[in-house]
């Protein structure tokens, strides 16, 4: 039953490799719960002060979390569930239960790359990562992601918006959106793919949380990319968790003196795979995903960290009347006209938060305001408003 699982894996202090060492000896954490002392002794490695921690019976917190978990539509993948991937399954560490949102993809017989890098990232790192997340999903391949600001978000919301399917892997509770500026992302990720955690509901996010979870980056996946990342980075353990997993690594070179770039850089002269574009790692694994890889597509005017002319626009209506019904606007297109300033450019996720509506939803109605000329885009999916609005 879900409660047991849900017990072992919350029991405090008890170590993840002394839980896969009793699901070893015993099956499942029902006999786990319901066995002697002296059986439990008989586990290979057993510690017997790890094995203490099992006196606790306790199952309200596990009911507890049942009925959150169902409240808030979050569900449960033992390590015991055929659906499992093959993959995590056979790190070191794998974790015993993940609480997940979304639909559990076939990810053995998927391409995913798990593409990290910096939180404090620059602009030529922001368009790396959206330019390679878009150009991975476009290829047929999985985004992973840990959905941290920077990196982490910027290639999530270009694989978004190629149609991909996205994976998110959390430090935290599913219903704890961190950073806060992740959060429309979880929703979206949900959607598009899955979002798991080895934290029940409610947890918050630890500094100890992250480097545990890197392991989850690496082990759903084939390969980890790293777009950009500082001599000591989050990314690099990551990429260093790859390696031991035996996954493949690739980097995004960067200026030689950019501190941001400096952990990229080393990983490429100590042989890492050298990325500029999407292809160069869908040509590695084109043979044993021929059904599901195709030549990846680069983003319509594709963003770059230098500034780019911008366009003249085609000439538009100076005033637009949102009462009179001139135009048919969805509710979505009328909050952000309304949000839009006409001077000063807004980037997307500024305008996602500010009007709360989902990003790809703002992307939608951004695309077909810009075809109707009512919005311009300036360099780095900056938008301003090309209309003046009138009641």
Same mark, same amino acid.
């Given at each position: 039953?879900?409660?047991?699982?849900?017990?072992?894996?919350?029991?405090?202090?008890?170590?993840?490799?002394?839980?896969?060492?009793?699901?070893?000896?015993?099956?499942?954490?029902?006999?786990?719960?319901?066995?002697?002392?002296?059986?439990?002794?008989?586990?290979?490695?057993?510690?017997?002060?790890?094995?203490?921690?099992?006196?606790?019976?306790?199952?309200?917190?596990?009911?507890?979390?049942?009925?959150?978990?169902?409240?808030?539509?979050?569900?449960?993948?033992?390590?015991?569930?055929?659906?499992?991937?093959?993959?995590?399954?056979?790190?070191?560490?794998?974790?015993?239960?993940?609480?997940?949102?979304?639909?559990?993809?076939?990810?053995?017989?998927?391409?995913?790359?798990?593409?990290?890098?910096?939180?404090?990232?620059?602009?030529?790192?922001?368009?790396?990562?959206?330019?390679?997340?878009?150009?991975?999903?476009?290829?047929?391949?999985?985004?992973?992601?840990?959905?941290?600001?920077?990196?982490?978000?910027?290639?999530?919301?270009?694989?978004?918006?190629?149609?991909?399917?996205?994976?998110?892997?959390?430090?935290?509770?599913?219903?704890?959106?961190?950073?806060?500026?992740?959060?429309?992302?979880?929703?979206?990720?949900?959607?598009?793919?899955?979002?798991?955690?080895?934290?029940?509901?409610?947890?918050?996010?630890?500094?100890?949380?992250?480097?545990?979870?890197?392991?989850?980056?690496?082990?759903?996946?084939?390969?980890?990319?790293?777009?950009?990342?500082?001599?000591?980075?989050?990314?690099?353990?990551?990429?260093?968790?790859?390696?031991?997993?035996?996954?493949?690594?690739?980097?995004?070179?960067?200026?030689?003196?950019?501190?941001?770039?400096?952990?990229?850089?080393?990983?490429?002269?100590?042989?890492?795979?050298?990325?500029?574009?999407?292809?160069?790692?869908?040509?590695?694994?084109?043979?044993?995903?021929?059904? #599901? /890889?195709? $030549?990846?597509?680069?983003? =319509?005017?594709?963003?770059?960290?230098? &500034?780019? @002319? !911008?366009? +003249?626009?085609?000439?538009?209506?100076?005033?637009?009347?949102?009462?009179?019904?001139?135009?048919?606007?969805?509710?979505?297109?009328?909050?952000?006209?309304?949000?839009?300033?006409?001077?000063?450019?807004?980037?997307?996720? #500024? /305008?996602? $938060?500010?009007?709360?509506? =989902?990003?790809?939803?703002?992307?939608? &109605?951004? @695309? !077909?305001? +810009?075809?109707?000329?009512?919005?311009?885009?300036?360099?780095?999916?900056?938008?301003?408003?090309?209309?003046?609005?009138?009641?």
């Amino acid at each position: 039953m879900l409660k047991y699982w849900v017990w072992l894996s919350e029991l405090k202090g008890l170590r993840n490799q002394t839980k896969l060492a009793l699901l070893r000896r015993f099956g499942d954490p029902e006999s786990i719960f319901y066995a002697d002392p002296d059986e439990l002794m008989l586990t290979e490695g057993a510690d017997p002060g790890q094995l203490k921690l099992l006196e606790n019976h306790d199952l309200a917190p596990a009911d507890k979390i049942l009925a959150d978990c169902q409240r808030l539509d979050i569900q449960f993948l033992t390590f015991s569930d055929a659906a499992y991937p093959g993959r995590l399954k056979n790190i070191y560490d794998p974790p015993a239960l993940l609480y997940y949102k979304g639909k559990l993809p076939l990810l053995d017989d998927l391409l995913s790359v798990a593409v990290v890098g910096t939180r404090d990232c620059t602009p030529y790192g922001v368009a790396c990562a959206e330019k390679l997340g878009f150009g991975l999903a476009s290829g047929g391949a999985v985004v992973v992601s840990g959905l941290a600001k920077g990196i982490d978000a910027a290639a999530t919301r270009g694989a978004l918006r190629a149609g991909g399917v996205t994976i998110g892997v959390a430090g935290n509770g599913l219903d704890v959106h961190y950073p806060y500026e992740s959060r429309y992302l979880y929703e979206d990720v949900a959607v598009s793919g899955v979002l798991f955690s080895e934290y029940p509901p409610g947890t918050e996010p630890a500094p100890g949380h992250f480097p545990v979870r890197n392991r989850i980056l690496s082990g759903l996946s084939l390969a980890a990319l790293v777009v950009e990342a500082p001599e000591r980075s989050g990314a690099l353990i990551t990429a260093m968790t790859a390696l031991e997993q035996g996954r493949d690594v690739f980097a995004v070179p960067g200026p030689i003196d950019a501190p941001t770039s400096v952990g990229c850089n080393r990983l490429i002269r100590d042989g890492a795979g050298l990325v500029t574009n999407a292809s160069d790692i869908l040509r590695e694994y084109e043979g044993r995903f021929a059904l #599901d /890889l195709k $030549e990846a597509r680069e983003e =319509p005017e594709t963003l770059g960290y230098q &500034a780019r @002319t !911008v366009p +003249e626009p085609k000439p538009v209506a100076p005033a637009l009347s949102l009462s009179r019904g001139d135009v048919e606007l969805t509710d979505d297109q009328i909050a952000i006209l309304k949000a839009l300033s006409d001077t000063e450019p807004m980037q997307v996720d #500024d /305008l996602t $938060e500010l009007v709360d509506i =989902p990003t790809r939803r703002v992307l939608s &109605a951004l @695309t !077909v305001l +810009e075809i109707d000329q009512y919005v311009v885009q300036h360099a780095g999916k900056h938008y301003t408003r090309a209309v003046t609005l009138t009641e």
